[in-house]
């Protein structure tokens, strides 16, 4: 097994022991009343539009005329390409061209695909900020002389929109990030001397914290979305976390945050694969997990977790990549993510003057039409009572009184026109919740039989509430 591989598992299985000796209590998020009565918009939203638009957007995978790929994230194009800040900066600020009225675009969007709330980014690790900011030269307010944070919340907010902040501790533009202090996090000039001599990363953080303050502030945000730590660079070491969390809970008490301050198993981090994802989190490190790029096979019981994903294989616009999920894939996604008791933070890249890209459009608009008529099963539902069924997930949902309801999402619709499960409590109907037509029940001890009309209502997944 290569060397990488021995020294992930080792940590791996470090990681699993540490946690082994941490108590449970320590271990599990604490449901403090405090806690639960944060984060029950966010559990009962389900699913999110996350927003990657910077600089890059204007590039689009594209640098010097070439196409730097057709896969993978192309916000991280100055990466990629290795460029310094100041030909970057040459490169990409022409082409970043905001629209008037593109974030009423965005905010339309998400509610017609049914989202419920929008995190997006302020700063990327480009380090260019989007809002107006008195601590900086390299923000939307010095360079186009307009406060595109506030353009996209007041759409937002207009919506009925929850807004999240995600924002990158990571900075490829900031002549005090020393880059050389981490083996593992991305910067363009990794390898190379710095170019402007010694570098204080100190002063990097006072100025990373008196931006955060400033965004936490000046704008009404319900989520703030970190990103991102390694191993060898985290939490109080790398950005002074613990301060970070604090004046961003001091600014907004009621504000939820996620783990990527950290990355420790305390942190629900124990690599730096995408599956090295624990299903625990000491809320001192963050409200909730994010998986990225897929889902957690049983989900993570226990702990709030959102898995975050791309629509093709780049968070930030490109013009090279075609490579669309399906909108059964899409879908599908979403009912397995909830049935799973998790949040679906799905990714659009608008292009450098904010507009979005056709293909983007019609995904959202399609999950949208299966959400108006089956969004019930997943807003305010919580995991599956049993393991996933061979026809399609399943979600649940407690109901004035007390009583719980059932959703059968069916995926593929029985050639013998019945579904048998053995529910929770003593079913009394069931219906499917897009036509409201009844259906039959069978009887037989604690087995339920449904039986089903010939065709499937709707090809992607078809749901029936069982009461
Ligand atoms: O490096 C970033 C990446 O560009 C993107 O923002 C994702 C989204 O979660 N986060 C980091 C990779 O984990």
Redesign the pocket.
Same mark, same amino acid.
């Given at each position: 097994m290569p060397n990488i591989q021995n020294k992930l598992s080792l940590l791996l299985a470090a990681g699993i022991s540490i946690l082994s000796t941490l108590s449970p209590a320590t271990l599990r998020a604490e449901s403090t009343p405090e806690r639960d009565t944060r984060m029950q918009w966010w559990r009962e939203a389900r699913f999110g539009m996350?927003v =990657?638009w910077g600089l890059y957007s204007g590039l689009a995978g594209t640098w010097e005329g070439k196409p730097v790929g057709t896969q993978g &994230?192309m916000? #991280?194009i100055q990466q990629r390409v290795k460029a310094d800040t100041d030909t970057y900066a040459k490169a990409a600020i022409p082409l970043f061209k905001p629209k008037p009225g593109f974030a009423t675009e965005w905010a339309a969007l998400a509610r017609e695909a049914g989202c419920k709330y929008v995190v997006f /980014?302020t700063k =990327? =690790?480009e380090g260019f900020a989007l809002h107006d900011s008195k601590v900086s030269e390299y923000d939307a307010g010095s360079v186009l002389h307009r406060d595109l944070v506030k353009e996209i919340v007041t759409a937002l907010k207009k919506e009925g929109l929850r807004v999240g902040f *995600?924002h990158?501790v990571?900075d490829w533009h900031h002549d005090q990030y020393e880059y050389q202090k981490s083996k593992q996090l991305?910067h363009p000039l990794i390898g190379k001397p710095y170019p402007n001599g010694t570098r204080d990363h100190s002063l990097y953080l006072d100025y990373l914290h008196a931006e955060v303050k400033e965004l936490a502030t000046a704008y009404p945000v319900d989520v703030l979305w970190w990103? *991102?730590s390694a191993l060898d660079f985290q939490g109080d070491a790398a950005w002074r976390a613990t301060d970070l969390m604090k004046l961003v809970r001091k600014a907004r008490p009621s504000i939820i945050m996620n783990n990527r301050l950290y990355r420790s198993p305390e942190a629900g981090w124990a690599s730096m694969a995408t599956e090295g994802y624990l299903p625990h989190i000491d809320p001192a490190y963050g409200d909730f997990i /994010?998986p990225?790029q897929h889902i957690p096979d049983t989900g993570m019981p226990g702990v709030d977790w959102e898995t975050?994903m791309t629509l093709n294989t780049t #968070? &930030?616009y490109s013009d090279h990549d075609h490579a669309w999920k399906s909108d059964e894939t899409l879908i599908r996604n979403l009912i397995d993510i909830a049935s799973k008791g998790g949040n679906y933070l799905l990714?659009i890249g608008p292009k450098g003057d904010g507009s979005v890209p056709p293909e983007t459009v019609k995904s959202m608009k399609a999950i949208g039409t299966w959400m108006h008529l089956n969004g019930e099963s997943i807003y305010g539902s919580t995991a599956s009572p049993f393991d996933k069924p061979a026809w399609g997930r399943c979600t649940q949902k407690k109901v004035a009184g007390g009583a719980t309801r059932l959703y059968l999402h069916v995926f593929d619709w029985p050639k013998d026109g019945k579904i048998t499960i053995k529910a929770p409590f003593k079913p009394t109907g069931a219906r499917l919740i897009a036509s409201g037509v009844r259906l039959k029940l069978e009887k037989d001890g604690d087995q339920t039989t449904i039986l089903l009309p010939p065709t499937a209502p709707d090809p992607i997944a078809s749901v029936i509430r069982l009461e």
């Open positions: 996350f =990657h &994230g916000e #991280w /980014t =990327h =690790h *995600y990158s990571i991305p990103d *991102y /994010t990225e975050c #968070w &930030g990714n």
